[in-house]
């Protein structure tokens, strides 16, 4: 993990396309702007983790013998 020092307005840089920019510092929290190209998805962590969970999900019930079963009816 790199761990950086940064004050308000201040700015990395990850590759060539994503700008990470401090812009506000409080108390116990610290306000990030990101800017990055439109095909590179930004999320906070945990909606990160809950699209994760979702997505494996899905795909489980994709899965040839899971998901629901049909009724015989």
Known sequence: MLVVTRRRNEAIMIG???EVRVLRLGKDDV??????????PVHRHEV???????????????QPGRGRERSGS
Do not use: F, K, M
């Open 48 to 62: 990160y983790e809950e699209i994760r969970r979702e997505n494996q999900a899905a795909s489980t019930l994709l």
């Open 31 to 40: 306000r990030l702007g990101i800017v990055a190209p439109p095909d590179v």
């Open 16 to 18: 060539d396309g994503i």
